[in-house]
């Protein structure tokens, strides 16, 4: 299990009885195959009550649509993901699922619930329900050579 924290997922936090749910449903088959395309964060350091990961050892994230992920120490992940050629062009976003807190799977430049078959855009809105509301979305301020989350 992972050691790195974040602050503020407020709106997204289930219960462990939501996520048993989900979790069961997949267990049981209901969900799709679904291929993962983002990879783990590398060059990721706490700092303080954030997360700091080094650009150039993240090569996905040198492209629009590239995405990155980061297990936190509640079982939870994160994705960071390059919405823009901008210097602060990117999104970080709890990969709970808003319906019932399933982690979601990129598949292509989406993502999809596993559980339910929600889906959300690349920067985490709804596109389809169940869920209705967005993925939970940490503050993010970049450089060009690292993105802090959190
Ligand atoms: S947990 Fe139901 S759609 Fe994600």
Redesign the pocket.
């Known amino acids: 299990m992972s050691d790195f924290e974040l602050d503020g997922l407020k709106s997204a936090h289930l219960g462990r009885r939501a996520v048993l749910c ?1 979790a069961l ?1 997949v267990a049981f088959g209901l969900s799709a195959d679904i291929a993962t395309a983002s990879s783990p964060a590398v060059g990721l350091k706490q700092v303080g009550k954030k997360l700091q990961l080094d650009l150039a050892k993240n090569k996905a994230l040198l492209k629009i649509g590239g995405a990155v992920t980061i297990a936190l120490g509640d079982g939870s992940s994160v994705a960071v993901v390059r919405t823009a050629a901008t210097t602060n062009g990117f999104v970080a976003m709890n990969l709970s ?1 808003t ?4 982690q ?1 799977e990129q598949q292509g430049s989406n993502w999809i ?1 596993p ?4 889906q959300f855009s690349s920067a985490g809105k709804v596109l389809r329900g ?2 209705n509301q967005a993925l939970y979305k940490y503050p993010v301020a970049a450089t060009a050579k690292t993105v802090t989350i959190g």
Do not use: D, K
């Open positions: 989900g449903a699922c319906h019932q807190g399933v979601v619930c559980a339910h078959g929600s169940p869920a």
